[in-house]
């Protein structure tokens, strides 16, 4: 199991939140786009690239409280198909937390049953990072407790593109008929295939918009935003967001 360390004891807040859960209603599947890293360095006076390296402790925090609970899917977005727009040493940084972080946690994620699944356009990430991604994915794949997707150099659009790009090959090839392809065929070409969509999107930092995320899987999502900037997000957030979660009446178009 986790290590537990002392300042890591349950507050009275977390308490409270944990006993008003319905661990019959849990949530399958948690989105998180992890925001806010440079404006938490920024109010500090510190350089972005350490709001980054916060943001890692958040990101360990969530993953250990969902495995706690018995979440089967968390995707967090890390890095954009357009974050590629950032100075070169911001995305130096970034790129080496990633191998730092799945260097590190690599045993701590094995023994929890954490199956690391790295979703985006991995072949265009440099070498070093795309080999630390590859043997965390290869060394996780037999684990079925949590399935961590990490986005990396995703998007949506792109996604989708490489979707619309197999089955047009599939019905050239007269493999398929235009007719069959409907929305579970769709869902089957994702990224995410064979996941429930997500229930819940958490976005921190108080921006209203998805930026490219997840667009398909995100039809039916609930929302919760939150202004804490994503270093700052712990535990007692997403509990927030899942007590919220729960009191929330999921329609799906229909009349209750
Ligand atoms: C999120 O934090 C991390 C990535 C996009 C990789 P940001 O770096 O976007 O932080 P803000 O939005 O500038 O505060
Ligand atoms: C979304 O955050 C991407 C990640 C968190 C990895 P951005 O900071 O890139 O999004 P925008 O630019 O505010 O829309
Ligand atoms: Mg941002």
């Known amino acids: 199991m986790f290590k537990k360390l002392p300042e890591e004891r349950k507050t009275a807040e977390e308490t409270g939140l944990l006993a008003r859960i319905d661990r019959s209603r849990l949530p399958q599947h948690i989105a998180i786009i992890m925001d806010g890293n440079g404006r938490w360095a920024q109010r500090r006076g510190l350089p972005r ?22 979440i089967r899917f968390l995707t967090v977005y890390a890095f954009s198909t357009e974050n590629w727009k950032r ?3 911001e995305i130096n940084t970034l790129m080496n937390l990633l191998i730092e972080y799945l260097q590190k946690e690599i045993d701590e994620l094995c023994a929890n049953g954490i199956r690391i699944n ?18 965390a994915r290869e060394r996780t794949r037999l ?10 150099n995703y998007g949506s659009r792109s996604e989708l593109v490489e979707a619309v790009r197999t089955l047009a090959q ?9 007719g069959e ?9 994702l990224y995410t295939a064979g996941q429930p969509d997500p229930d819940l999107l958490i976005r ?12 398909w899987q995100l039809a039916y999502t609930e929302f919760w935003l939150t ?14 967001a899942i007590v919220d979660f729960q009191s929330r009446e999921r329609r799906f178009g229909g009349l209750l």
């Open 227 to 240: 202004p804490v900037l994503w270093p700052d997000f712990r535990r007692v957030h997403l509990l927030q």
């Open 118 to 135: 790295p979703i985006g356009k991995l072949e265009e990430l440099p070498a070093s990072a795309q080999k630390a991604v590859l043997m």
């Open 170 to 178: 599939k019905v050239r090839r007269g493999e398929l008929a235009p």
């Open 49 to 70: 690239t350490l709001g980054h390296r916060a943001g890692v402790e958040s990101l360990r925090d969530v993953v250990k409280i969902c495995v706690e609970l018995g």
């Open 87 to 89: 100075p070169r040493e």
């Open 204 to 215: 921190p930092s108080g921006d209203y918009r998805v930026s490219n995320f997840l667009l």
């Open 181 to 189: 392809i409907d929305e579970k065929l769709i869902s089957s070409h």
């Open 143 to 152: 684990n079925r407790r949590l399935t961590l997707n990490v986005a990396l």
